[in-house]
Each structure stands twice: as C-alpha cells, then as structure tokens.
C-alpha cells in the first residue's frame, strides 16, 4: 500500500505542478489544460491504477544514462536540457531501425524518411523540433544530424543505427555546442567503441511480408596489445506495399553499407577512434498519393476572416481546395497511391519518342553534378561515405584535451514524377553532390572542480550542390504544343525537356571558437554560460556573390537541485542561421526589353528588365541576401526520479521566436529569346522569349513556438518497464508571407499572420510496455507494446486542409538468453490506414492548358506503411 500511495501522490504531484505552470505562463496553456487532462489523466493515470496493484517491491532501478550533448559527460538527469537519449539495449529493445522510428518515440520532434521536406523519397535530411519548420536546402535547414560529433550532410535520411552505443536528441537551439543547422535541435548518433578485451560478434537476421528483410552482421575484437578493431556490414530492403495504375512498383528502399572502426589505446591517457562508413542506396519510387484540389473543392461558397496582402483584416473566401478533413484512402474523394513509374510512358510511344525519358532526361548532365550517379530507373540512387578520426587525451591532473577530424561525399540522384500524378505531364531527374571536411579541437577542465570549463576551435568547409527546382525537367508535350488551335484543341506530339540547373548551392567556410563554463554557486545551485563566435562565408556555388556572417552564438542556463533526485532548470538561448542567397536576384540586370511581353501580374504589356520584374513580383521583399535568422528561445523544465529510481518523469515548457525565417517563392520572369544569361554578352535587339520560365527566391518572415513536453519511465516491477511521453506545441506566423503562387490563389491573400505551420500537430504521443519474465533455464521470454499517436495536423501553411489523427499499434514477443534473441512481431497491429503526412504543393498534373500553371493546388500524401508480420533473431558469438 505505501508503495501505491507513493505512486498516486507523484502522479497528483506531477498534475498539480503542470496546472501551477500552465496556468502561470499564459493564456495558451490555460486552453491545453483540458486535453492535457484527457491525455495524462487517461493515459497515465488510468494505467497506473491498472499497474499499480501489481507493483511489489522491485530491486532494479532504471538505467542512468550518459550524455555528451555539451561536449562532456553529463548524467542525462542533470543536464539543464531537454534530452531525450536511447541507449544501446533500449534500441534493440525498440528494435529501431532509422531515425523515422527515433522520431515517434521523442516528445517535440517530427521526422519522416518518405517525405522529409516537400518531395518524397528519401533525398532530403529535413528534421523538426517543436514545430520549426524546415527546408530540403542545407542552408535553410534548422536540425542537423550528427556522428560521434561530426555533423552529417544529408545523412538523417538513410543512416541506420547499426553499430550504436546511444542516440541523444537534444531539443532547443544548439549552438553554442554543435554551431551550423543546429538552429533548433541536434541528434547525435554515439558509435560503439570495439573492445580491447575479448573477440565477439554479432548476427542479425529480420524478415517481414510484403518481401522486407534487414541483416547484419560485425565483428570486433584486439587485434594487438592496444588496438581493437571492428567491421560490420549491413543489408536492408523494404519491400514495395502499393503498385501504380501503370504497374510499377511503390515504396521499395534499399541500403547496402560496410563499416570498420580502428580504436587504440596507446597509454591510459590517449584513445584514438578512426571511422570508415560506406553506404549505397538504390530506391524505387516513393509511395505517394497527390489529391487534387481543383477536383475536390469544398471551400468554395465558404468564408473566414484573415488578413489581406497589405495586412488589413478582410473576409477570405478560398476556392479551388479542400476545406477541412482530407479524404482518408476508402473514403469518397480519397486519392489512390499512384504515380508514374515507367520509363517509356505511353504517350511517348504514340509521339514517336519511346526513349525520351532515357536519352534526354536519364543521360542529360548537369552542369556541376557530373559525380551524381546516373539513373537506372524512377527512385533514388546515393552514393555516401563517411570519414573520422576522434582523439582523447586526460592529462595527469584531470583536464582533457580531444580533436576531431571529419571527411564525407554524398552524391545522389533521383528520378521521379514531378507532379506526383499519374498523369503523364512532368518529370524530373534532381541530381545532389556534396563535400565537406571538418576539424574540432577542444581542451577542458577536470570534472571533479567546482569550476567546470571547456574551450575549442571549430572549422568546416563544404561543397554542396543541388537544383531545388527540378535539376532537368521533361514534359510531354513542350512548348509548341501549348497554344491552341482554332478550333480550340491542343496538339500534344513533342516532348521537351529544361535544364534549371543550380538554384540550392550552398558553399561554406566557417569557423569558430566556443567556450563555457559551469559554475557551483552553492550546493543547490548551478549556473552554465556557454558562448560561440562564429565567422560563416558562404556562396551559393554558381554565382559571384559571396557573402560573410559573423555572430555570437550564446546559451546560459541555471539550475536548482530541490532535492536529491530533483532538478529544475531554466535555458535561454539563441539560435542563428545565416541569411539566404537569392542569387537570381544577385546576377539579375537592368537593361529592358524592346519589344514589350504580356506581364502575367498585370495582364498589361511590360518591357520590365530581369530585375525590374523580381522587384515588381517581390516590392519589399526584393532582397540580394535576406537577413540572419535568430531563434531567440527559453525553457523551464524538471527532471525527477521517485520510488528510489524507479520513476522517471521530465516536464519541459519553451517559448521560441524565430526571426527573419525565409520562406521560397517563385518568381514568374521572361527572359531574352536568345536565353542569355545575365553574365553573358546582352543582345542590343533584346527580346523577349514568348514562354516565361521562374525562379526562387526567399523573402524573411517571423514565427513563435510554445509547448510542453512529458517524458516518464516507470519500472512497474522487476520485470515491467512501461514509457509514456506526451507533446503538446503551438506555434503561429506573426508575420509572413505565403510562398507558393497556388497557395495565394486559393487562399485569396499572401499574408498568412495568425496561421499555423502545417505537418507538426498540436498534440502527439507515444506508450511503450515491455514485460520480461523466466522461460527455463537461461531462457526468458519478453511481451512489448508500442502505442503511437499523431494529432490532428494542417497539410500546408493555408490552414484550409488538415488529416486527421491517428494510432498505430506495434506488437513483439520472443524469447531471449545472453546471446541469443528471437521474435516474432506485428507493425500496424489494427493495419491504420490514415494518411501519415502530407504537404501542399503546386497542381502540375494538367495537361496541356496552362504551360507554367501555378494557380491550382494540390497534397502530397504518404500513406501508412500496411500491417506487417515479421520474425527477427539475434545471435551473439
């Protein structure tokens, strides 16, 4: 009975306490009060009254955790941060497998490896803290990935978590630790280290339906007195779920990678890590549905108040688009998950052109991306490998002196349908190449004082190029077939394919010095000042202009033990991102044309030079380089241990406010008939081309975030562990401007103030139970569940589309010694079939009236992978 009056007071306790804070900070947190009753109350409290009559008197208390997110060991439960660490028993435990599946157990962070940024696949590393919004472009990326330190350019994609010791994802601008995109959050991925002692290896084997299996296998061991060695390899396929209408399949992803890490130890002083990393992946085409608004309008006839372009409030009336709830796939209106697969499409055939796709668009280079593999089919190819070299040295009297050292290339290309639609309109070879090298060096003071420091010097360069518009762009119809004939109809009989080249370059030379310090103020209080400077000169690789950011990156915290296993803290930090590039406006020229064109924005002729029209289409969002970005953030949080460690429960509450946050758009822009670029030699006779082409730009915006974060672990007894977390987060434009010309039209205005950005929900949450008990002999048997949801969430920044919520239920059980495990286990137990994300995008699947049409929109739709049983051993040697 103590032991379940203890509990129930710490769950009154806990309640007690969010109510004092959701009351205490604002008005916002008053109205979460009420769901956050519904979700805790439900979930926690109804499961402890289940739980609670089962609790005996259990000797284990949960594991402590180690953390290095401020480039120290750290007690996870005393870092004033908000952390969410996975140890190596607890991934395998979770059976995770990329960091999708580390997403849906974090309270605040959302990640999906089908459709990280805006297209699907998995080309793009986009992670989301806390609502923040990111892009595919790594200069406008705000979370980062990181190795054993080292940041990893577009790895979030497809680097597994083979061969880990932990993973920590740290929450809130980092910084002042980890400097460039880690605006929002850091995940960095621990690496095991091979023993010294003793020979060992592991075999896994995973093989589920719908043709999925994932293998591995690594062996370790000294290979002197002082050297250990390590090598691993690893298979993984994910099997196609869904077909298109032209029979190809949908959603397969492939990864081949092979590993070898050297450690020595050459004194009990120095340890040198050194890391080779080599993957390839091969994937088909994405699983994706596109639903088309023009096809499915519900908004038209209705109203809603909102702001008009000059920020004056008005009455909005959209069109063209879905107003509410996206059909979920079985409903009436619900789009099937199609697209286009095949090389040779049909109405190349009847053109005469059966091989177009192949010898323009598959074998077409592009300038700068002469290292990006070449397509064999619709997907994606990469090519990454990753280089390292860690080294520690302790002095005598405690203090450390650690360098690191950094090499990694990732080239890709992806083939794919365009518009996302089965019809045959568009398509699109995206080529990306990148390089980078990286040095840390770092000396810090002995842990044991009470004065705690650390100071280092970073330096990075990187060479990265991609085409954020479509790299080449094929349609099946081209330019001559897109004006009608007199009786009306369209000719459709040559394809054409457009080059757009490099538009999201991002070349980096940065460097800079970080230092901090923590200080013991009394035995009770802590206080951390952390700081980086920071110089940052970058290029957009294609352009001359070059541009140089310096800035000082701080963080300070203060900490309170209330008592010996409770913690309370409060952060405030500032993220920043340098502004962004708009090298089309950069490179653009003021000589007019002679021969006036029909200006789409006036429907009035117009001999507007290249700049005047950027100016014309952008007014005072006409800038060369938009301003620095800052995340100006601040958290209170509580960290706590109960029942002699046995309960864990962690409370977080931030404020963020994101400053000059770019947003893209197009620009719709008539060049010269001769298609000279602005640094070429001009034509005294300019005239303009008869068919406009766009470009992209980014304007500066302002944003604000604000939430609560739960994240507890109880050890029922000795035999069952059980994992609640709860995320709530609102956020809100304060003042922004749309950015897809589709979205404007059907909204009715460009000026989104008030709205909510899309795809992160306002309530999310995940449960997991695992249960273990003697089998015979070595033998134990295990039973988890895993319960996830995902909150009602906007498709896009309109705010008119939203899908709605779901759960999905994983299940596994299996039997288990010391070096062996085997399981049998069911994903999507109840086979949830709501859409998992979508995106808004522009309608090009009409085909051939308009050419260049940016006036409808549509939704990228991922759909949940299908219920899958699967069978999965581990064995130890």
């Known amino acids: 009975m103590a032991n379940s009056s203890g509990f129930h007071l710490v769950v009154i306790w806990h309640c007690r306490l969010l109510n004092e804070k959701v009351m205490g900070v604002s008005n916002m947190y008053a109205k979460a009060l009420n769901r956050c009753d519904k979700i805790l109350r439900q979930l926690i409290l109804a499961f402890v009254l289940v739980c609670v009559p089962l609790t005996g008197a259990a000797a284990q208390v949960l594991e402590e955790i180690i953390v290095t997110a401020r480039k120290r060991g750290e007690s996870l439960q005393e870092v004033p941060l908000s952390i969410t660490a996975f140890s190596q028993g607890e991934l395998e435990r979770g059976a995770y497998q990329n960091l999708q599946d580390i997403a849906v157990a974090t309270t605040g962070m959302h990640f999906d490896n089908t459709l990280a940024g805006v297209r699907p696949g998995r080309l793009y590393s986009v992670i989301r803290f806390r609502g923040i919004e990111g892009s595919e472009f790594s200069t406008l990326q705000t979370a980062a990935l990181f190795i054993d330190g080292v940041y990893a350019l577009q790895g979030a994609q497809t680097v597994s978590l083979l061969d880990l010791e932990r993973v920590e994802v740290i929450k809130g601008p980092q910084s002042a630790t980890f400097g460039r995109t880690s605006f929002a959050g850091a995940v960095n991925y621990i690496t095991t280290t091979p023993s010294l002692n003793e020979f060992s ?45 032209d029979g190809g399949e949908l959603g397969e992803q492939r990864s081949e990678s092979i590993y070898a890490t050297l450690y020595a130890e050459p004194n009990e002083n120095l340890s040198i890590k050194a890391r080779a990393y080599y993957q390839e992946d091969d994937d088909g085409a994405a699983a994706t549905a596109f639903f088309l608004g023009r096809l499915n309008d519900s908004c038209t006839g209705t109203s809603r108040p909102g702001l008009d372009n000059d920020g004056n409030p008005t009455t909005l009336t959209p069109t063209g688009f879905v107003c509410g709830q996206v059909p979920n796939p079985g409903q009436i209106g619900a789009p099937r998950v199609d697209q286009n697969t095949q090389l040779f499409p049909g109405i190349l055939a009847r053109q005469g052109n059966p091989n177009y796709l192949f010898t323009d668009l598959i074998n077409n280079k592009v300038a700068g991306f002469e290292d990006a593999p070449v397509p064999d089919d619709f997907g994606i190819q990469r090519e990454l490998m990753r280089l390292s070299l860690v080294a520690d040295y302790t002095f005598p009297n405690g203090m450390g002196l650690a360098a690191t050292f950094s090499y990694n290339e990732n080239d890709a290309a992806a083939l794919s349908d365009f518009d996302s639609h089965p019809n045959e309109v568009w398509f699109m070879n995206n080529p990306q190449t990148g390089e980078d090298i990286g040095v840390d060096l770092r000396i810090s003071s002995s842990d044991d004082s009470r004065i705690r420091w650390l100071a280092g010097f970073n330096y990075y360069e990187q060479e990265f190029l991609t085409s ?20 009306g109809t369209f000719n459709c009989d040559t394809p054409l394919t457009f080059e757009l080249g490099q538009d999201g370059g991002d070349f980096v030379d940065v460097w800079g010095f970080y230092a901090s310090a923590s200080y013991d103020l009394t035995d009770q209080f802590t206080i951390d000042i952390e700081g980086r400077y920071q110089k940052d000169k970058r290029s957009d690789g294609f352009s001359p202009d070059t541009r140089t950011f310096e800035n000082f990156l701080p963080r300070v915290s203060l900490s309170y033990q209330a008592a010996e296993d409770i913690n309370l803290y409060f952060t405030g930090s500032r993220g920043v991102i340098p502004g962004v590039l708009n090298a089309n406006i950069a490179v653009c020229d003021e000589i007019e044309f002679l021969v006036p064109f029909t200006d789409p924005r006036t429907g009035q002729p117009s001999t507007s030079s290249h700049c005047a029209q950027y100016r014309e289409a952008l007014g005072d969002n006409f800038f060369e380089a938009t301003p620095n970005q800052y995340l100006d953030a601040f958290e209170i949080g509580m960290k706590s241990r109960w029942l002699d460690g046995r309960v864990i429960m962690n409370l977080a509450a931030y404020m963020q406010k994101w400053k000059a946050q770019p947003f893209q758009t197009f620009v719709t822009l008539f060049l010269d008939d001769t298609r000279t670029s602005a640094s070429g030699n001009l034509p005294n006779d300019r005239i303009p081309n008869d068919i406009p082409t766009f470009r992209q730009v980014s304007t ?53 103030k008030g709205n909510r950005a899309g795809r992160f929900p306002k309530w999310s949450g995940n449960m997991s139970s695992t249960y273990t008990d003697h089998l015979m002999g070595d033998w134990s048997w295990y039973a988890r569940g895993d319960v996830i949801y995902q909150g009602r969430a906007y498709a896009g920044a309109t705010n008119l589309a939203t899908m709605d919520p779901y759960f999905l239920v994983h299940a596994r059980a299996g039997i288990e010694t010391d070096d062996i495990r085997i399981e049998f286990y069911v994903k999507n137990l109840f086979d949830e079939d709501k859409w998992r994300g979508g995106v808004e995008f522009t309608d090009f699947s009409r085909q051939p009236d308009p050419f260049f049409a940016f006036d409808q929109l549509g939704i990228i739709l991922i759909p949940q992978d299908k219920r899958t049983f699967g069978l999965r051993a581990n064995v130890g040697f």
């Not at 043709?211 to 993984?236: C, H, T």
């Not at 099997?239 to 298109?244: I, L, N, P, Q, R």
């Open 201 to 245: 290896g592991k075999l896994s084997t995973d093989f589920a339906t719908y043709g999925q299996n994932d293998n591995a296998v690594s062996v370790e061991g000294p290979i002197g007195d002082k050297v250990a060695l390590r090598v691993g390899a690893r298979m993984y396929n994910k099997g196609d779920m869904y077909f298109s209408s």
């Open 468 to 487: 954020g518009s479509g790299g080449i762009l094929a349609h099946t119809c081209g330019i001559d077939n897109f004006f009608p004939n007199a009786d």
């Open 700 to 752: 500066p915006g302002t944003s604000k975030y604000s939430g609560l974060e739960l994240e507890s672990s109880m050890l029922v007894n000795d035999n069952w562990n059980v994992n609640l977390n709860v995320t709530y987060n609102k956020n809100k434009f304060t003042d922004f401007l749309i950015s897809l010309t589709s979205q404007q039209t059907v909204l009715g205005t460009s000026n989104i």
